[in-house]
């Protein structure tokens, strides 16, 4: 009997489990506000999924060829948008000073710009070498502000 009763409450906990760890906020339905503040700010916003990432509200959208991460405080005010790019899109500037670097020879995994409402644009280029895994942070004209170890972590580019 007893072993009755625990195999139906691992069942219950596994259920439980399963049901909570496959919840997410893909289907996230904002208030009409955001769903106002992103197209006011990219009205030709397609392909539009909405997440909640800590307080604040990304729309995952495409504008163009282009996959953006647009992100709206709680009050639906626009705080950033993260544009994924190619490294061929970068300016000239950051790419003469990536090659001039000491991760020049790094693989680049990813490119994103970061621009904000005021602040100056930054482009972060996450470079790879073995297992070691960085971001490094450059402005418009190619110094390097920041470079950010991101080796087994989150680098998630939250709003600043």
Not at 29 to 58: C, G, H, M, N
Not at 110 to 128: G, H, N, Q, W
Request: proline letters at 3%.
């Amino acid at each position: 009997m007893k072993e009755l009763k625990f195999l139906a409450l691992a069942l219950l906990a596994t259920t439980l489990f399963v049901f909570t760890s496959c919840s997410d906020d893909d289907d996230l339905k904002p208030d009409q506000i955001f769903t106002e503040a992103l197209s006011a700010k990219f009205p030709d916003a397609k392909a539009i999924e909405w997440e909640r990432a800590k307080a604040y509200y990304v729309a995952d959208c495409y504008v163009g060829n282009k996959d953006l991460d647009v992100w709206f405080d709680g009050a639906a005010k626009w705080i950033m948008t993260e544009t994924e790019l190619l490294k061929t899109d970068l300016p000239t500037a950051v790419l003469t000073a990536l090659e001039a670097s000491e991760y020049s020879t790094w693989r680049v995994d990813d490119v994103d710009m970061l621009e904000y409402p005021s602040k100056a644009t930054r482009y972060v280029i996450e470079v790879e070498q073995g297992n070691k895994e960085m971001d490094l942070y450059f402005s418009v004209d190619g110094e390097l502000i920041e470079e950010k170890d991101v080796t087994n972590t989150d680098d998630t580019h939250w709003p600043e």
